[in-house]
């Protein structure tokens, strides 16, 4: 079993793939090639946006759009300590300070009953984290940032394109959306990729020129910028790849969905992510009952377990991968934790000790799902 399957889905697109690589290889555009703009256009549509900027990288979105803000040194940027490094990274590239906000540990994604009390007249921007395929509570922190003077909100979405809140989709959200197209992303490329995408027109001229070096046009740098584009041939494949992508976005719900009613039935000691069961808090933090208008695509599906190792160690011995997203809270980090040495955030190091992601994708079988959930409740038992 692997943990990520992405053969099954290359097969099933193989005929359009191939007809989408070959239309690259023969026009030969590979920088800005025609392809671009059709997955932008494609991509803003599907998301519900104005403007699809596509770019090198997820992370590369995220520093794109600070630069859009003008974030620079001085700047406060709030943000969660429990997710990928891109997320902080970014920041201390442009020399802004990092603060960070604990989670909610039903969700693992940033609690927003937490961030007015850390705005200042610094804070230049608001960084949620969609972790796990889940949209973070964007309405309760847009609301917080309406409060103070509109304060920009980047939705780091690299882990939740396709999911919903409110009916409205993951990048759609708020000032800024960002996402990956990195492989094992909900969709992906076979390589690096990433877009951002918003409705306010000054700032999706600013991404597009700070893409290409600042230009805004041939040898005329309007400002600085970097070299952010994403390649044609990787729109193409996501192209290609964007018209089974519905039907993937509903599969990993339902996946998870079915996961999380099994390990509720069979292995009381995993608690899935995402749920919260009422009457059974953690100690001193607030009981949270999701909205079910939300969906989430389920980038990875990860349970809290005891003794992490010891179980990770069982399901490899009976042939069940398994990861760790993420072990270490950013603010922990060596390059990171001088940046905010006063910001606590209990929640986060609780959940680093006990998130564990199991197999999902849109083609995990009922059968190997079965075969992961009794694995995992011989485990943990």
């Not at 193989?14 to 059709?38: F, N, S, T, W």
């Not at 990928?84 to 039903?106: H, W, Y």
């Not at 939300?294 to 069940?320: D, F, H, M, W």
Request: with cysteine; net charge negative; charged share 20%.
């Amino acid at each position: 079993m692997q943990f990520i399957d992405l053969k099954v889905q290359q097969a099933a697109i193989k005929p359009d793939l191939d007809r989408r690589i070959a239309a690259v290889l023969a026009h030969g555009q590979y920088i800005m090639g025609p392809e671009v703009a059709e997955l932008e256009a494609a991509l803003a549509a599907y998301v519900g946006a104005r403007h699809c900027v596509t770019v090198a990288s997820g992370t590369e979105a995220l520093l794109i759009a600070l630069m859009a803000l003008g974030v620079g040194p001085g700047d406060e940027i709030i943000t969660t300590p429990f997710t990928f490094v891109a997320t902080v990274e970014v920041i201390a590239l442009l020399g802004a300070t990092p603060v960070f906000v604990d989670i909610e540990p039903a969700t693992t994604n940033i609690d927003p009953a937490l961030i007015e009390a850390r705005i200042t007249p610094r804070t230049k921007a608001i960084i949620p984290v969609s972790l796990y395929g889940q949209v973070a509570d964007i309405e309760a922190i847009n609301a917080v940032a309406a409060r103070h003077g509109n304060i920009p909100v980047i939705e780091d979405g690299a882990q939740s394109f396709g999911a919903t809140a409110d009916g409205r989709q993951s990048c759609g959200l708020s000032t800024f959306g960002c996402t990956s197209f990195f492989p094992s992303k909900p969709l992906g490329c076979y390589g690096d990729g990433g877009a951002l995408f918003t409705n306010d027109d000054d700032l999706a001229r600013a991404c597009r020129e700070i893409r290409v070096h600042g230009q805004s046009k041939r040898y005329v740098h309007t400002r600085i910028g970097v070299g952010g584009r994403m390649d044609t041939l990787q729109c193409a494949i996501v192209l290609a790849k964007l018209t089974r992508f519905p039907w993937e976005a509903t599969q990993r719900s339902a996946i998870g969905g079915r996961y999380t009613t099994l390990i509720h039935e069979r292995v009381p000691g995993a608690k899935p992510v995402e749920t919260r069961d009422v009457g059974q808090p953690l100690s001193g933090v607030r009981t949270l009952i999701l909205r079910p208008e939300r969906t989430s695509v389920y980038a990875q599906y990860t349970v809290l377990v005891p003794q992490r190792e010891n179980v990770q160690a069982k399901l490899q011995a009976a042939g069940i991968p398994t990861a760790v997203h993420y072990p270490v809270p950013l603010n922990q980090q060596p390059a990171y934790k001088d940046l905010a040495p006063g910001d606590a955030t209990p929640i986060s190091a609780w959940a680093a000790e006990h998130v564990m992601s199991l197999p999902m994708g849109p083609d995990l079988s009922e059968s190997d799902q079965d075969r992961v959930v009794a694995a995992l409740a011989t485990a943990v038992a």
